[in-house]
């Protein structure tokens, strides 16, 4: 038997590893881990070769390139959604590649918030992402609402996870709306996607999700599940790259309504081109659109949503629950001792693809690892994010980085930086 914290332990589970092949499909610094596709994944082959694919037919047929070539542009926020479907268990008409997370939960809110009487208020939570809150906010000061009173953000008793119960004991007469994330960007929580959507449903509110942690890491049923809508962004998990065109999902019961922000490609196809003033909206999620498509930085999901459909979301998430299971393993056992706390739920069906632990010198610690050759992410004021990724991390990842961290502290190291975030973190 090997010895489970060693070296060989981690070659062996690689060695086992269904998935190793696809890191050959990535560009991979040889020098570094890199442990941050939460914020920012990789390029992979594939999705390189879709963008030069695009570009060939601007450079050869310029204008017919929306309606010519193996990939016509008029029809590619379409077929992308197509692509995207099944990793958020959705029909095909259901999702679009458009916008981004932001705008994306804009357009959702435009166009479900539909405050009527008493029933006025919008429910979050108080640990989501900054934009998303801005958003909400803005969204309410357009309806004339004070955001103080309209927008319920449920708490967390210790800063890092949600209870599903307090969530839903904050689901009143009062709520119209209800947006909550998928996998919280810090700890790592998933929430009970299903349940909070049947509790929202039996209180007559409307429920939408943010899976900008969630897709490509986990799996998910949003058709069956009768979530209303969900919004994300391609460039984390699904390594569509930097500012990466979004994606949104809108359940088919509500096709056929008019889009709460209107655009010429929130037509009807067909009818698009008849340029009449009155809109017809597309009977489908491409309603939600609003104006030309980002051809340039949809392209690589084209690519990249190959290597998904190839290695399946089921095998995806056995990975990751098994890195992510190592890694806390491997924490726990070389570091106790030295003030790191993990913030992510202990166990695996409640924890997204990353870890989150706590330092007070967190900052500099991440420094250190970067210069180590790791690349973290950090989170202020004192958090650090580790995510090892299904399609390009490797247990030997894992192990060094848990190598690397334990010298950093041990040789003091991380004195020799600040303890200051840098603009980017
Ligand atoms: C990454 C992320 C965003 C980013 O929004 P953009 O509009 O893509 O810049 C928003 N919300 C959450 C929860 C995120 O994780």
Same mark, same amino acid.
């Given at each position: 038997?090997?010895?489970?914290?060693?070296?060989?332990?981690?070659?062996?589970?690689?060695?086992?590893?269904?998935?190793?092949?696809?890191?050959?499909?990535?560009?991979?610094?040889?020098? $570094?881990?890199?442990?941050?596709?939460?914020?920012?994944?990789?390029?992979?082959?594939? !999705?390189?070769?879709?963008?030069?694919?695009?570009?060939? !037919?601007?450079?050869?047929?310029?204008?017919?390139?929306?309606?010519?070539?193996?990939?016509?542009?008029?029809?590619?926020?379409? %077929?992308?959604?197509?692509?995207?479907?099944?990793?958020?268990?959705?029909?095909?008409?259901?999702?679009?590649?458009?916008?981004?997370?932001?705008?994306?939960?804009?357009?959702?809110?435009?166009?479900?918030?539909?405050?009527?009487?008493?029933?006025?208020?919008?429910?979050?939570?108080?640990?989501?992402?900054?934009?998303?809150?801005?958003?909400?906010?803005?969204?309410?000061?357009?309806?004339?609402?004070?955001?103080? $009173? %309209?927008?319920?953000?449920?708490?967390?008793?210790?800063?890092?996870?949600?209870?599903?119960?307090?969530?839903?004991?904050?689901?009143?007469?009062?709520?119209?709306?209800?947006?909550?994330?998928?996998?919280?960007?810090?700890?790592?929580?998933?929430?009970?996607?299903?349940?909070?959507?049947?509790?929202?449903?039996?209180?007559?509110?409307?429920?939408?999700?943010?899976?900008?942690?969630?897709?490509?890491?986990?799996?998910?049923?949003?058709?069956?599940?009768?979530?209303?809508?969900?919004?994300?962004?391609?460039?984390?998990?699904?390594?569509?790259?930097?500012?990466?065109?979004?994606?949104?999902?809108?359940?088919?019961?509500?096709?056929?309504?008019?889009?709460?922000?209107?655009?010429?490609? /929130?037509?009807?196809?067909?009818?698009?081109?008849?340029?009449?003033?009155?809109?017809?909206?597309?009977?489908?999620?491409?309603?939600?659109?609003?104006?030309?498509?980002?051809?340039?930085?949809?392209?690589?999901?084209?690519?990249?949503?190959?290597?998904?459909?190839?290695?399946?979301?089921?095998?995806?998430?056995?990975?990751?629950?098994?890195?992510?299971?190592?890694?806390?393993?491997?924490?726990?056992?070389?570091?106790?001792?030295?003030?790191?706390?993990?913030?992510?739920?202990?166990?695996?069906?409640?924890?997204?693809?990353?870890?989150?632990?706590?330092?007070?010198?967190?900052?500099?610690?991440?420094?250190?690892?970067?210069? /180590?050759?790791?690349?973290?992410?950090?989170?202020?004021?004192?958090?650090?994010?580790?995510?090892?990724?299904?399609?390009?991390?490797?247990?030997?990842?894992?192990?060094?980085?848990?190598?690397?961290?334990?010298?950093?502290?041990?040789?003091?190291?991380?004195?020799?930086?600040?303890?200051?975030?840098?603009?980017?973190?």
């Amino acid at each position: 038997m090997t010895n489970i914290y060693s070296h060989n332990y981690a070659k062996e589970l690689d060695e086992q590893d269904e998935l190793k092949v696809f890191r050959n499909e990535f560009y991979i610094n040889p020098d $570094k881990i890199y442990l941050d596709g939460n914020s920012l994944g990789l390029l992979s082959k594939q !999705a390189e070769k879709a963008v030069y694919t695009i570009m060939e !037919a601007w450079k050869s047929v310029a204008i017919d390139g929306w309606t010519q070539g193996n990939q016509p542009w008029f029809h590619l926020s379409e %077929h992308i959604g197509e692509k995207m479907a099944p990793l958020v268990g959705a029909n095909s008409d259901e999702v679009i590649a458009t916008g981004s997370t932001t705008t994306n939960l804009h357009q959702l809110v435009a166009s479900f918030y539909k405050p009527e009487e008493s029933r006025t208020k919008i429910l979050a939570d108080a640990l989501n992402f900054p934009s998303d809150i801005y958003a909400l906010k803005s969204q309410l000061q357009l309806r004339g609402y004070d955001t103080k $009173k %309209h927008l319920v953000q449920v708490e967390s008793d210790n800063g890092h996870v949600l209870k599903e119960e307090d969530i839903i004991a904050a689901m009143t007469e009062e709520v119209a709306l209800i947006v909550l994330p998928s996998v919280l960007y810090r700890s790592g929580q998933i929430l009970d996607m299903e349940k909070l959507t049947v509790e929202a449903h039996a209180r007559g509110i409307m429920i939408g999700f943010d899976l900008c942690h969630s897709i490509g890491a986990i799996p998910h049923a949003l058709h069956d599940w009768g979530v209303d809508f969900a919004f994300w962004c391609n460039y984390k998990h699904l390594n569509g790259g930097p500012g990466s065109v979004g994606g949104l999902f809108v359940h088919k019961k509500h096709f056929g309504e008019q889009p709460g922000l209107a655009g010429w490609f /929130s037509s009807e196809k067909e009818k698009q081109f008849d340029m009449d003033h009155d809109l017809t909206p597309a009977p489908h999620a491409g309603a939600y659109q609003i104006g030309t498509p980002h051809v340039l930085s949809a392209a690589p999901l084209l690519g990249s949503l190959d290597l998904f459909e190839e290695a399946g979301i089921t095998k995806i998430r056995e990975k990751s629950v098994a890195l992510t299971s190592y890694l806390l393993q491997l924490l726990d056992h070389e570091l106790s001792g030295y003030g790191f706390i993990v913030r992510s739920p202990k166990l695996a069906k409640n924890r997204g693809a990353h870890v989150f632990i706590e330092h007070q010198e967190a900052a500099r610690i991440c420094k250190a690892l970067k210069a /180590s050759g790791v690349v973290p992410d950090f989170r202020a004021p004192n958090g650090i994010r580790l995510a090892p990724v299904s399609l390009y991390n490797s247990f030997s990842d894992v192990w060094h980085t848990v190598q690397n961290l334990k010298k950093i502290m041990d040789e003091k190291t991380y004195k020799n930086y600040s303890n200051k975030r840098g603009v980017v973190a």
